[in-house]
């Protein structure tokens, strides 16, 4: 059973940082492209950072300078530094894993950044 669980999430104020984590299980997770989405309210869903099995990064240009997507194949984790926090960051953050036609999504977890 493939299992993406993310953590991290929270309320911080403008100007802060927050680091959220995505665990895999029941994947080859060497061999998958991972990623971060975010859905705010009343929003579609949206990439964040994405990073290929052999550590390209890409970033929405809203978070470039901000965020930082990593990954450890060892600990079949990834995560996503995110520095300067800013209100318009507050939504639903989800981890994907992607591979070939396979496709998995975490459950999400809440970032609110809000003074």
């Known amino acids: 059973q493939v299992q993406l669980v993310e953590s991290g999430g929270g309320l911080v104020q403008p100007g802060g940082s927050l680091r959220l984590s995505c665990a895999a299980s029941?994947?080859?997770?060497?061999?998958?492209?991972m990623g971060w989405y975010r859905q705010a309210p009343g929003q579609q869903r949206e990439l964040v950072a994405t990073?290929?099995?052999?550590?390209?990064?890409n970033y929405a240009d809203s978070v470039k300078g901000r965020f930082t997507i990593s990954r450890d194949n060892a600990k079949n984790t990834v995560w996503v530094q995110m520095n300067s926090l800013e209100p318009e960051d507050t939504a639903v953050y989800y981890c994907?894993?992607?591979?070939?036609?396979?496709?998995?999504w975490g459950q999400g977890t809440q970032v609110t950044v809000s003074s």
């Open positions: 994907n894993a992607r591979f070939a036609n396979l496709d998995y």
């Open positions: 029941g994947i080859r997770f060497s061999v998958y492209g």
């Open positions: 990073i290929t099995s052999g550590g390209i990064t």
